[in-house]
């Protein structure tokens, strides 16, 4: 069984920071896809940021404002955020493709194995 552990969520205002972390006690992320959604309630989760051996992935809506890295020594995954803004609120998903490359489809849910319970994050305006 993988457990994805996701932590760093919380109340930022608008323009603020925030870094979400992703622990994978039983799983390698350095030779996988790692990836990051998000979700609000009555949407479909959506694809944020991807890490595989290609390097990283943005949706435009995050590209130049969110950084997806991995520490290898710790086996961690990062998300860092910057420029927040109130649509970013939502919940923040860690999911894991055992695929050394993330791929066209990095943005599918459906391309994961494993994900984490998800931390919630709410920016005020």
């Known amino acids: 069984q993988v457990h994805l552990l996701e932590s760093g969520g919380g109340s930022v205002q608008a323009g603020g920071s925030m870094r979400l972390s992703c622990a994978a006690p039983e799983y390698t992320i350095g030779n996988n896809c790692m990836a990051w959604f998000r979700q609000v309630p009555g949407k479909e989760r959506e694809g944020v940021a991807a890490?595989?051996?290609?390097?990283?992935i943005y949706a435009d809506s995050v590209e130049g404002r969110f950084t997806i890295s991995k520490d290898y020594a710790a086996n961690i995954l990062y998300l860092e955020m910057n420029s927040l803004k109130p649509e970013d609120s939502a919940t923040y998903y860690c999911a894991a493709r055992p695929m050394l490359w993330c791929g066209g489809g990095w943005a599918e849910a459906g391309q994961y194995n494993y994900w984490g319970k998800g931390t919630r994050i709410t920016v005020s305006s």
């Open positions: 890490h595989g051996n290609g390097g990283a």
